[in-house]
C-alpha cells in the first residue's frame, strides 16, 4: 500500500469516527487482525467482480489447500471460530442431513466433546453452539492418560485439543491424546489458530494424529480476516463441507464470500513459499530495536524472546517483576499507551509482571514511536 493509499485509508476510519492504532499486540482480532497482503487484496478486487459455482470454488480450493497443507482434505472456514463450529458439527452430526438438520438440538445423538480443563478457552463456545457438550478432565494442574480413558463414553463425539502460547506445558501431549482417543474410535479435533508461523506448524498436528485442524486464514498468513484453514481427514471434512454455507444447515450465517475463498488460497500459497529465516530476522531486527532502546531503563529487564511456544515470533518482553523497579505498574504502562495518539498496545497474555512487544504488525516507524512512548512513559 502507498502512502497516500495508507493515508486516505485512515481517514476513511476517522471519518466513521475510529481512531487508527499500533498495534504492538500480535494477531489480535479486536485490534484488527493483521496487515492483508496487497497481492491478496488486488485478487479479491478482481475475484468480486466474476460469478463462479460456490460449491465448485469451496472444493477446488479445497483440494489445493489441502495440497499446500499435506492433509487429506481441507476447506476455507469463516474464521477460526467458524471452524471450531464446523469441527463440532462434522463430529456430531457428520454428513446425515436428517442429524444435520436438528443441530443444535443434539439430544440422543453422540455429542459429548472431551477436553482437558488446562485447554478450556473462550472460543471453546463455537463447539457448543453446535449443541456439543463440554466433558473436562483433569484439573488446571494436571491431566493424566486414564482420566481421558475414563471419560471416553458412548456419547463421545470427540476429544478437542487446544495449541496456542501459553497454555500449561503439563497437559497431555497431542500424539498421546490420539492415542488415547483412537483406540476408541473417537477423532482428535485441534485449535492452531494464532500458531502460523512456524510453517512446520502445518504439518506438525496432523502428523501427530489429529483428526482435524483449524488455523487462521489471517493472522501469521495474513489472509482475509474473516477466513480460517480447516483440515484433515477427508470424510470430516466432507462432513464440515456439508453442514457449510452455502448449504442450509447450521453453519449457513457463516457464509465466506467467493473472493475470500481465492484470497485465501493465494495468501497461503505465498505463505508456504516465503523465506521464513529472512522474516523472522527481519521480526528480530524490529524486537531488537526496542530491546537495545529500553535495555538501560533501571530495574526494567528486558529481553528478546523467541521459543517457538509462547514467543512463535521474535519479540521484546519487558519484565517489571525485580526488585529494583520503582516504576509504573504493566498496567498503568499499558493505559498510558492506549490512552495516548495514537493509542498502542502491547500483548498482555504473559505473566501479570510483563508485557511485550510483538512485531508482527509494526512497521519501522511504528516501532520508533513505540519506543519513544515508552521511554518517556518508563523514565517520567
Keep these: ?25 500480535g494477531s489480535v482480532t479486536r ?8 497481492e491478496v487484496l488486488e485478487q479479491m478486487a478482481g475475484a468480486s467482480r466474476v460469478m463462479v459455482n460456490i460449491d465448485e470454488l469451496n472444493r477446488r480450493a479445497g483440494e489445493e489447500i489441502a495440497r499446500l497443507v499435506g492433509a487429506e482434505a481441507a476447506m476455507v472456514s469463516s474464521g477460526a471460530a467458524g471452524g471450531l463450529l464446523l469441527q463440532a458439527a462434522a463430529c456430531i452430526a457428520g454428513s446425515d442431513p436428517a442429524q444435520m438438520h436438528r443441530l443444535p438440538d443434539t439430544d440422543g445423538m453422540k455429542n459429548e466433546i472431551i477436553i482437558q480443563t488446562m485447554h478450556r478457552f473462550p472460543y471453546d463456545h463455537a463447539y457448543r453452539a453446535a449443541g456439543a457438550k463440554i466433558v473436562e478432565v483433569g484439573n488446571y494442574l494436571y491431566s493424566h492418560p486414564w482420566e481421558m480413558e475414563a471419560a471416553i463414553n458412548e456419547r463421545t463425539a470427540a476429544v478437542a485439543y487446544l495449541c496456542a502460547p501459553y497454555t500449561s506445558r503439563r497437559m497431555l501431549p497431542l500424539d498421546q491424546v490420539c492415542e488415547i482417543a483412537h483406540a476408541h474410535d473417537v477423532p482428535v ?11 512446520a506448524n502445518l504439518h506438525r498436528y496432523l502428523n501427530d494424529g489429529a483428526d482435524m485442524v483449524i488455523f487462521s486464514g489471517g493472522k501469521g498468513v495474513r489472509g482475509p480476516q474473516g477466513t480460517g484453514i480447516l483440515c484433515g481427514r477427508a470424510d470430516l471434512i466432507d462432513a464440515a463441507l456439508a453442514n457449510a454455507s452455502p448449504a442450509q444447515f447450521l453453519g449457513r450465517p457463516m457464509k465466506v464470500a467467493k473472493e475470500e475463498v481465492l484470497g485465501l488460497v493465494t495468501a497461503l500459497t505465498m505463505f508456504v513459499e516465503e523465506d521464513e529465516e529472512a522474516e523472522m530476522d527481519y521480526y528480530r531486527t524490529l524486537a531488537q530495536r526496542v530491546v537495545d532502546s529500553l535495555v538501560e531503563v533501571p530495574g526494567l529487564r528486558v529481553t528478546l524472546e523467541h521459543d517457538g511456544f ?27 499507551l492506549q490512552q495516548g495518539d495514537p493509542p498502542i498496545f502491547l500483548q498482555q497474555l504473559g505473566p501479570p509482571d510483563e508485557l511485550m512487544v510483538d512485531p508482527l504488525n509494526l512497521t519501522e516507524p511504528e516501532t520508533d514511536v513505540v519506543i519513544r512512548r515508552l521511554r518517556e512513559i518508563l523514565t517520567a
Excluded at 479435533?189 to 510453517?199: E, G, H, Q, Y
Excluded at 509462547?310 to 498510558?336: C, K, Q, T
Aim: negative net charge.
Design 310 to 336: 509462547n514467543h512463535l515470533i521474535p519479540s521484546a518482553v519487558l519484565n517489571f517483576g525485580g526488585d529494583d523497579w520503582s516504576g509504573p505498574s504493566p498496567r498503568e504502562v499499558s493505559a498510558a
Design 31 to 38: 485490534l484488527g487482525g493483521t496487515r492483508t497482503r496487497p
Design 189 to 199: 479435533i485441534v485449535d492452531a489458530a494464532s500458531m502460523l508461523p512456524p510453517r
Design 1 to 25: 500500500m502507498t502512502q497516500q493509499n495508507h493515508t486516505d485509508a485512515e481517514q476513511a476510519y476517522r471519518s466513521l469516527g475510529v481512531t487508527p492504532i499500533i498495534n504492538a499486540s
